[in-house]
């Protein structure tokens, strides 16, 4: 589900050292964010974190019916 837009924006979340990243649940590496991405059966939520910056994001599968 991911553009040709969004996909720079997880490649820069990727290099800050302080934004973790989770697919289904789990700690996920840069690689498997970037596939996951461009999946369209991927939701990504983001969490805040208390400077007000991006600090977690989570992709969760969603099921298509």
Do not use: W
Not at 14 to 29: C, Y
Not at 45 to 56: A, H, L, M, N, T
């Amino acid at each position: 589900m991911c553009d040709q837009a969004e996909k720079p924006i997880y490649e820069e979340l990727l290099r800050e050292r302080d934004v973790m990243f989770f697919v289904d649940g789990e700690s996920a590496t840069p690689s498997l964010v970037l596939e996951v991405a461009e999946q369209n059966n991927y939701m990504a939520d983001y969490v805040i974190g208390k400077e007000g910056k991006i600090s977690e994001v989570h992709f969760d599968r969603i099921d298509q019916t």
